[in-house]
C-alpha cells in the first residue's frame, strides 16, 4: 500500500472567527434569566457558549452554563455548532439540499468532512479581496459490486467523507464552504480544519474496526434484548518512518497525547482507515537502517 500517513490538528473554531452560516441557531429558545422555567424544558446558550440545555428541576435566574446546583444538564451543541464539536456523534443537519458557512484563519492546508451527506463540496479561500482557491469535490457513489448480477442490482450507496490537503495556507485567509446534497436533505457530523503532518507511509497489514457501545439484556425468563448504542471506529497500522525525521515524529506524537486530531491512514484509497479521535499507544521499532516501523493503535470518537 505504501500511501502517505497524516495527521490533521484541528484549528479551533469560535465566535472569534466565526462570519457566518445558513444553518439557523434556533433549535430552541435562548435562555433568559427572568423566564421561570420548568421540568423537562430546554434552552440554548449562544454567544461563546452554542450549547443546548434541559431543565432538571424548576428555576428562575439560573444560569445554565454555570449551574452546579442541579437544576440544569448538558445535552450538547446547538444544531449550528454541531460539526465543530470535538467531541463525537453529532451533526449539524439543515432540512434542504444545501448547508454554506463562512470563517476566517491563517495558514490553512487541510480540511476535513466526516460522516457527510452531500453530493458536492465546494471550498473557496480568499485573501485581501482576491479568491486564490475555488475547487468543487464531486463524492461519487459506492456499491459491493463482484458479478454481473451485482453491477445491474446492488444498492449503491455515497461516499461519506472528504480530506482536502492541497490549500495554499495564506495568512489572514477567508473560508467559505459550500456542502449540496442534491435530491435530499444535507447534513455532516465533523467538519476538521487545520493543517497536516505526513509522519511516513502506511504499510499493508492495517486492520480496521469498530468499539461497539451496545448492550445486551436478559430477563428473567432468559428473553434477550439489545440496546443499541453508539460506536468507535479503531484502527491499527504500521508505518514505515524514515530514521532522519524519527525523533521529530516520536516529538510530535508525544505532544498530540490526548488530543483529538484527524487521522488519515490512506487518504483516497481506503475510508476506513480515516479515523477522528486520539492514539492509544505506539510504539516504534528502529529496524533498518534507513527507516523504522511505528505502530500506532488509534481510536475515534465517532
Known sequence: ??????????????????????????????????????????????????????????????????????????????????????????????????????????????????????????????????????????????AVILNWYDYFNAEAFRTSELIVTDIPPIAGSTYTVTITNTGGNCSIGSFISGNFTEIGNTQYGASAGIIDYSVKNVDAFGTSTITKRAFSKRIDVKVHVGNAVIDAVRAKLNSLRATVCLWAGSSGNYELLTVYGFYKDYSIDIAYPTYSVLSLQIEGLI
Do not use: C
Not at 457566518?20 to 433568559?32: Q, R
Not at 449550528?80 to 454554506?100: L, P, Q
Open 1 to 142: 500500500m505504501t500511501t502517505p500517513f497524516m495527521v490533521i490538528v484541528p484549528k479551533d473554531i469560535t465566535d472569534a472567527n466565526f462570519v457566518s452560516s445558513t444553518i439557523p441557531e434556533t433549535d430552541y429558545a435562548v435562555w433568559n434569566a427572568g423566564t421561570a422555567y420548568t421540568l423537562g424544558q430546554r434552552v440554548i446558550m449562544t454567544t461563546g457558549i452554542h450549547k443546548v440545555y434541559e431543565a432538571l428541576a424548576s428555576s428562575t435566574g439560573v444560569n445554565p452554563s454555570t449551574d452546579t446546583t442541579g437544576k440544569w444538564v448538558l445535552v450538547g451543541p446547538t444544531n449550528r455548532w454541531s460539526m465543530f464539536d470535538t467531541s463525537g456523534g453529532t451533526v449539524s443537519a439543515i432540512a434542504g439540499n444545501t448547508i454554506e458557512f463562512v470563517f476566517t484563519a491563517d495558514r490553512l492546508s487541510s480540511m476535513g468532512f466526516l460522516d457527510v451527506a452531500a453530493s458536492t463540496i465546494r471550498i473557496r479561500a480568499a485573501a485581501s479581496a482576491t479568491t486564490y482557491y475555488d475547487t468543487t469535490f464531486t463524492l461519487p457513489d459506492r
